[in-house]
């Protein structure tokens, strides 16, 4: 069974990220995966929410929001709030930026990422980590050049989609394949081979160890090669 865009099927989608996309965000990227393109900033802001408060530490959180005419239907824009999916989607992404953290001694700054999806085609959480994490070095790189302490930043944190389709795994689908996946996974790692969170749901059956065991290393094997995009990106 042919891909709508012919790729094999452990092969990702074509990708760009644009360092420093924002000329006024700490730290920003533009990253395109396939019809995905999503705007990820990151902003320093003196102070932290109270439980961190007089610990000399920082905090990393992040909110994701989607344009309305990213899809091929307007969608309204939350004005009242995020929704029960976008409140989901900004604490996986909050959760997977922190991991990257060596340490949240960097002062008491707040560092607040921004990923607004400009166009949707699939995958648009994990765009989302990957793009926002370029964004976060360089972040942490401005704090620490205004501080003269060494970076709080770890190590890069990357995100793939995988799934099954018509009984093939398959790495990084775009929208037509998550519609019609039989099972669907988001995974997302820590440089070199930590898994930050394994997320995967039987949309149309269940599935079994081996079957799981196979789409994880699909996406190991996507998720190496973001993180040596971002390398490449921030020239690391």
């Known amino acids: 069974m042919s891909r709508p865009d012919g790729r ?44 961190k408060k007089g610990s000399g530490e920082g905090w ?45 001694a960097f002062g008491e700054f707040t560092i607040k990422i921004d990923c607004d999806v400009l166009q949707a085609d699939g995958g648009t959480r994990t765009a989302s980590i990957t793009g926002a994490c370029v964004a976060l070095h360089d ?13 709080a930043f770890g190590e890069f944190v990357a995100a793939i989609s995988v ?18 996946a039989d099972v669907d996974a988001n995974i997302v790692m820590r440089a070199p081979d930590r898994f930050v969170e394994v997320q995967g749901t039987g949309e149309a059956g269940t599935f079994d160890r081996k079957e799981l065991d196979l789409l994880i290393d699909l996406a190991h094997g996507g998720i190496t090669e973001l993180f040596a995009r971002q390398r490449a990106t921030v020239g690391a």
């Open 60 to 104: 990393v959180t992040a909110e994701y929001a989607m344009l309305p005419r990213a899809t091929h239907t307007r969608s309204e824009r939350e004005r009242k709030g995020a929704g029960g999916r976008t409140q989901e989607i900004q604490r996986l992404i909050g959760r997977s930026l922190r991991a990257a953290m060596r340490t949240m």
């Open 163 to 180: 799934g099954v389709v018509g009984g093939e795994p398959r790495l990084d689908l775009a929208y037509l394949e998550d519609r019609d």
């Open 139 to 151: 972040a942490c790189a401005w704090i620490a050049e205004r501080t003269g302490q060494p970076s």
């Open 8 to 51: 094999l099927p452990n092969e990702l989608r074509s990708l760009s990220m644009e360092r420093g996309a924002n000329p006024y965000a700490e730290g920003s990227c533009l990253i395109r995966m396939g019809g995905t393109l999503v705007h990820c900033t990151a902003s320093v802001e003196t102070g932290v929410p109270g439980f």
